[in-house]
T-cell receptor, first 113, second 114 residues
């Protein structure tokens, strides 16, 4: 069995303040984990991925995420939010023989000027 | 590479009509995925192919939906007959392999069935 839980459907931050988007997963196998971003009326773009190498993963646009096996978490962070970060973010887990892919329900990030 | 290319970007059709969505994956990618995104259900995997062969179609909602991949550079998702509840954004994605690699998404086709 495999699942992803994004704990917040909406997050609102002020420009210049830190961003934290939370993701917990469950998997019977060693998972690969991804964060994607989707801007309005656009496709999904990969922000970063974890594939059993370093547990702290750095991605594009200043985002990073830490894989914590003991907490089954893969939270996405950014030290300082920018207006252009306003978008929907998806946490994704992939594992198993055919690498079944499961998307979280998404977190909409609002950045207030 | 131009990325994953989907056509059309927007489609409006009347209930009962046949709809065909098209996808050109990134050259060299062995896996192709079709997803549907709605406000109610979020992102759902409909079907995926490996080397042009359908591997898992358990996400296809019903027999009105069918997908084909006649060659490595082209796939179609067909809905016949279409219904208003099929209105959604349909994404195609491709990846070079499954283990540890990300999928690259197209811009999506916004389907409206009236």
């Amino acid at each position: 069995a495999q699942s992803v839980t994004q704990l917040d459907s909406h997050v609102s931050v002020s420009e210049g303040t830190p961003v934290l988007l939370r993701c917990n997963y469950s998997s019977s196998y060693s998972p690969s984990l991804f964060w994607y971003v989707q801007h309005p009326n656009k496709g999904l773009q990969l922000l970063l991925k974890y594939t059993s190498a370093a547990t702290l993963v750095k991605g594009i646009n200043g985002f990073e995420a830490e894989f914590k096996k003991s907490e089954t978490s893969f939270h996405l962070t950014k030290p300082s939010a920018h207006m252009s970060d306003a978008a929907e973010y998806f946490c994704v887990v992939s594992s198993g023989g055919y690498q079944k892919v499961t998307f979280g329900t998404g977190t909409k990030l609002q950045v207030i000027p | 590479d131009a990325g994953v290319i989907q056509s059309p970007r927007h489609e409006v059709t009347e209930m009962g009509q046949e709809v065909t969505l098209r996808c050109k994956p990134i050259s060299g990618h062995d896996y192709l995925f079709w997803y549907r995104q709605t406000m109610m259900r979020g992102l759902e995997l409909l079907i995926y192919f490996n080397n042009n062969v359908p591997i898992d179609d358990s996400g296809m909602p019903e027999d009105r939906f069918s997908a084909k991949m006649p060659n490595a550079s082209f796939s179609t998702l067909k809905i016949q007959p279409s219904e208003p509840r099929d209105s959604a954004v349909y994404f195609c994605a491709s990846s070079p392999s499954l283990r540890g690699t990300e999928a690259f998404f197209g811009q999506g086709t916004r389907l409206t069935v009236v």
